[in-house]
């Protein structure tokens, strides 16, 4: 056997507790309230659109109150353990159930920006039973496989590569010799795949962990408690693939990897193997309580507006309306909580010891020092900024119009930092691996533990939602600050993000958490550049179908996910709690709630 119980996270994670936030006086209370643009008005981002033709599970969605009883289910949500054991000779779910659990999972782990870094591959029962003997033989291994899954998640991942990381290409060369490092980086790049800037290679690893993360449960949701998922990650990370590469060769034949495929980056990064669990076992939800969770899933995004302090001046009124309304300690005590069980969870290391580990600078912008650090924080990041559109190479800039200089000035909304808390987040890489945790294993157990602290605050602002009110409480979670402070480190000899906070430390910034207490939504224009091929934003992929990232292996084939007989998705997950975006007289955006999977198919199992 591969793997042994010393050093495992057995049982070690604490209970995520519920923090109600109180909702302003009514007459402070303020929605989004989008209306469709009218016969003589221009359509912005601020109205609805008129129609969507998606095939993407999410679409146009309003996030659900959850009362006090249903809340304190959710979070139990939150900390998880590992199944002990599953049930022999259960049932495969359904072919809904998996649409259910693949959209809580590879389709929408990030909610914010959805890149195309993940796809994966879906195993019946007999080639369950296959991966689960390789499983067995791995070294690494977070805990024991168990034997009888139903069906198994085979994740592959390739660096982050995107119109950002192509703008990188151009910048941090002396301007002669540009001509030439630009070209031989650019290579590089394609088949060494270095990264321009350290964080640019993390980021693959922070997606990684934020989707083994959701993964573990996308299972318990999608199934209201039947299944749940040993997800592996471990085996897959830093120096271990080089120890398990002949076993990793035979989950790859299994997947049907392609040596084309290969030569592009793509790799096995993470294994989940689904089955039901015993009764006993089940967390203790009701059914209507997943179903609430899993709706509320497909509503929440990254909230960027706080109003009346970063609004656009063309906004309407409600979002130039400051609100008195405070994220309190007791939420960020809870947000950390579940920071630190994922952190434990995903390495191995004990709670105190991640306590540890994990750098954490919080920027309270309501007391007078606060404001002072946000300000420096701010400036250092405008810096960077100004010097790499001022040093971005002529040959290269001119022929495109001035599009690189355009596309690095306009990632300075990505670095806009707004809310009543914030958190910069990182690593001292000397003390991970002085604890004997490989470097890459602890970003993607970073990326899991800044994901599962995001939630922590999303739940909570959807507990007793008023009416009235869009949320009570919101989070952007971010990598463009740490992104542009890398550049500043790589390039200009600026200080990590967290130097002033741990100057005797070594630290390497990751995430930027900022916490939201507000009444009303981001503009709609947000989700519009992820589901509207013609309103796309210049650095984000659309959110992908489910046969565009998802496939599964029958009889020794390999088939598309929900496309069928020249058909493909049109259905919403969790269609069935009817959360979705309407005018404020209750017209829908036509196309919005898509359309059902055929039922007699929804039923089937894919085995």
């Known amino acids: 056997m591969g793997h042994t119980q010393e050093g495992m996270n057995m049982g070690n994670q604490k209970p995520i507790e519920v923090v109600e936030i109180e909702a302003p006086p009514v007459e402070a209370r303020v929605r989004r309230d989008a209306k469709f643009a009218g016969p003589d008005e221009k359509k912005g981002r601020y109205s609805l659109p008129k129609s969507l033709d998606s095939g993407t599970p999410v679409g146009y969605r309003t996030r659900i109150s959850l009362d006090s009883e249903e809340a304190e289910e959710a979070v139990r949500l939150l900390s998880l353990e590992r199944p002990i054991s599953f049930v022999k000779g259960a049932q495969v779910p359904?072919?809904?159930?998996?649409?259910?659990?693949?959209?809580?999972?590879?389709?929408?782990a990030r909610q914010s920006t959805n890149y195309r870094g993940h796809k994966e591959t879906l195993l019946g029962p007999e080639d369950t039973a296959k991966l689960t003997s390789i499983l067995n033989e791995l070294q690494g291994l977070e805990t024991v496989p168990n034997p009888h899954a139903t069906h198994a998640h085979v994740v592959l991942?390739?660096?982050?590569?995107?119109?950002?990381?192509?703008?990188?290409?151009f910048i941090g060369h002396k301007p002669v010799v540009s001509l030439a490092t630009v070209g031989v980086r650019g290579l590089k790049k394609r088949f060494q795949y270095i990264d321009d800037i350290p964080t640019i290679g993390y980021l693959q690893h922070l997606h990684i962990g934020i989707l083994a993360d959701a993964m573990e449960r996308a299972s318990v949701i999608a199934t209201s408690g039947r299944c749940m998922s040993q997800v592996f990650m471990r085996p897959f990370a830093g120096d271990w693939p080089q120890k398990n590469r002949e076993l990793i060769a035979q989950i790859e034949a299994l997947v049907g990897l392609s040596t084309a495929e290969?030569?592009?980056?793509?790799?096995?990064?993470?294994?989940g193997l689904t089955g039901e669990v015993p009764q006993e076992n089940r967390p203790e939800i009701r059914h209507e309580t997943y179903r609430k969770?899993?709706?509320?899933?497909?509503?929440?995004?990254?909230?960027?507006?706080?109003?009346?302090?970063?609004?656009?001046?063309?906004?309407?009124?409600?979002?130039?309306?400051?609100?008195?309304?405070d994220v309190p300690d007791e939420l960020t005590v809870m947000c950390g909580?579940?920071?630190?069980?994922?952190?434990?969870?995903?390495?191995?290391?004990?709670?105190?010891?991640?306590?540890?580990?994990?750098l954490l600078e919080r920027i309270d912008v309501l007391t007078p020092n606060g404001k002072q650090r946000l300000r420096e924080v701010r400036d250092q990041l405008g810096q960077v900024t100004d010097r790499v559109i001022k040093n971005i190479p002529l040959w290269a800039?001119?022929?495109?119009?001035?599009?690189?200089?355009?596309?690095?000035?306009?990632?300075?909304?990505a670095f806009a930092l707004a809310g009543q808390r914030i958190y910069i987040g990182g690593l001292d890489r000397k003390e991970i691996e002085r604890k004997h945790i490989d470097w890459k294993l602890a970003v993607r157990a970073f990326g899991a533990s800044a994901a599962r602290s995001a939630l922590v605050a999303e739940i909570m602002g959807c507990v007793n939602l008023p009416?009235?009110?869009?949320?009570?409480?919101?989070?952007?979670?971010?990598?463009?600050?740490?992104?542009?402070?890398?550049?500043?480190?790589?390039?200009?000899?600026?200080?990590?993000?967290?130097?002033?906070?741990y100057p005797d430390k070594e630290p390497t910034s990751l995430l930027v958490w900022t916490l939201k207490a507000k009444t009303i939504a981001d503009p709609i224009g947000n989700e519009e550049q992820l589901l509207d091929p013609r309103r796309k934003g210049a650095l984000v992929d659309l959110?992908?179908?489910?046969?565009?990232?998802?496939?599964?292996?029958?009889?020794?084939?390999?088939?598309?996910?929900?496309?069928?007989?020249g058909r493909s998705n049109s259905e919403r997950a969790f269609a069935d709690l009817d959360n979705f975006v309407r005018d404020p007289n209750g017209k829908e955006i036509r196309g919005n709630r898509g359309s059902n999977w055929p039922e007699e198919w929804a039923k089937e199992t894919l085995w």
């Not at 991942?157 to 290409?169: I, K, S, V």
């Not at 480190?489 to 990590?496: A, L, P, S, T």
């Open 467 to 501: 009416d009235d009110c869009d949320l009570l409480a919101g989070i952007c979670l971010m990598a463009g600050p740490v992104n542009q402070n890398d550049i500043g480190k790589e390039f200009y000899g600026h200080k990590d993000l967290l130097h002033s906070a």
């Open 262 to 271: 290969r030569s592009l980056g793509w790799r096995v990064a993470i294994v």
């Open 94 to 108: 359904s072919e809904r159930e998996i649409f259910e659990e693949v959209s809580l999972g590879i389709l929408t």
């Open 157 to 169: 991942a390739r660096p982050y590569r995107t119109p950002f990381t192509f703008l990188l290409t």
């Open 543 to 565: 959110r992908a179908a489910p046969h565009e990232v998802v496939e599964y292996r029958k009889d020794g084939e390999f088939k598309k996910f929900r496309f069928r007989d």
């Open 397 to 413: 800039d001119l022929p495109t119009g001035k599009a690189l200089t355009r596309n690095a000035a306009r990632g300075r909304k």
């Open 337 to 358: 909580r579940a920071a630190y069980n994922a952190f434990a969870h995903w390495t191995g290391c004990d709670r105190e010891c991640s306590k540890d580990l994990l």
């Open 293 to 325: 969770l899993g709706a509320n899933m497909m509503a929440f995004r990254s909230e960027r507006i706080q109003p009346g302090v970063n609004q656009e001046e063309k906004a309407p009124p409600q979002y130039h309306q400051r609100q008195d309304m």
